[in-house]
């Protein structure tokens, strides 16, 4: 697959699973702008990773402000927010990647030859603005109303 | 009659999406009984009445897939309907369940809607809990 046709498709993905699981309208930027500068405030980042292997092998990923995570667990929950506990945080942000990666090779890959492997959570202190930079792969950045995202693809 | 609904899925957050989409949905529901993987799972087969599994497909220690084949050996299990919930969307993956054995394929992110669908297609009764039935069998014996 090309990289536009995967890029338009990871677009794709992360605009349905936002939307229909989190409630969260969002905007794809078209832009060329580093992770670095995208997250370029004092916010605490965290995130996950989710590896895949077939015809070519690599990860997804996710990055998304620490602060955002308590409302979008508690959209996703339907829960108050008060009562959202750390575990649950981590396994949203998880989950969010994990039907993220799942729904875009549902949109290219017909034959079932890419397998997914476990989600794993990624803490704050591993997301510092010199990580960002050591990222790889390529990027989409999203807008929500109040919030700025990232999701990634990095093939090895 | 009350169902017992067995949802398995790694996943806490969205086994208590699935848990309040069928708490909500209006059907006869009984016991809704959790497992984290394919292995769980066969443990609370073995020791409760299920009526429908919902399960995820990409899980540690016994996946979803796997936990159909497992039930398939079993004379008792085999007969419970399977439904896969799951972002593994391929036709490739929906046609490998559909051969081993599973009832129904939704796949994530699904509308709370195709979950009520399902239950409704597998227990054959609608939102009020009223089963669903053939004209042919009122006033049989049954």
Not at chain 1, 118 to 134: H, R, S, V, Y
């Amino acid at each position: 697959m090309d990289r536009e046709t995967m890029m338009k498709t990871m677009r794709e993905a992360t605009s349905n699973v936002l939307e229909t699981m989190f409630y969260q309208p969002v905007q794809i930027r078209d832009t060329n702008c580093s992770l670095q500068k995208w997250f370029s405030g004092k916010q605490f980042l965290v995130g996950a990773t989710l590896s895949f292997n077939g015809p070519s092998a690599g990860s997804f990923y996710l990055l998304l402000p620490a602060t955002m995570v308590t409302g979008i667990t508690a959209n996703f929950l339907g829960i108050e927010e008060e009562k959202i506990n750390e575990e649950q945080k981590k396994d949203t942000v998880k989950e969010s990647l994990n039907m993220i990666g799942g729904h875009m090779l549902s949109l290219f890959d017909t034959e079932g030859a890419f397998k997914l492997g476990i989600p794993e959570f990624i803490e704050e202190n591993d997301l510092t603005k010199d990580k960002l930079g050591g990222l790889k792969g390529d990027a989409i950045l999203i807008e929500t109303e109040e919030n700025r995202l990232a999701a990634g693809i990095v093939i090895e | 009659m009350a169902f017992n609904v067995l949802i398995v899925d790694d996943s806490s957050s969205m086994r208590a999406i699935v848990r309040k989409i069928i708490k909500v949905s209006g059907f006869n529901i009984g016991e809704l009984l959790e497992a984290a993987d394919g292995k769980e799972a066969i443990k609370v087969l073995m020791d409760k009445w299920v009526d429908l599994v919902l399960t995820d497909i990409n899980m540690p220690n016994m996946n979803g897939l796997e936990l159909i084949s497992e039930m398939k050996k079993d004379e008792m299990l085999k007969l419970i309907p399977v439904v896969m919930v799951t972002t593994e969307g391929s036709e490739k993956r929906i046609q490998e369940s559909m051969e081993l054995g599973a009832s129904g394929y939704i796949k994530k992110p699904f509308l709370p809607e195709e979950i009520k669908r399902t239950l409704s297609a597998i227990m054959g009764e609608d939102e009020d809990g009223q089963r669903d039935y053939d004209e042919d069998d009122e006033g049989s014996d049954f």
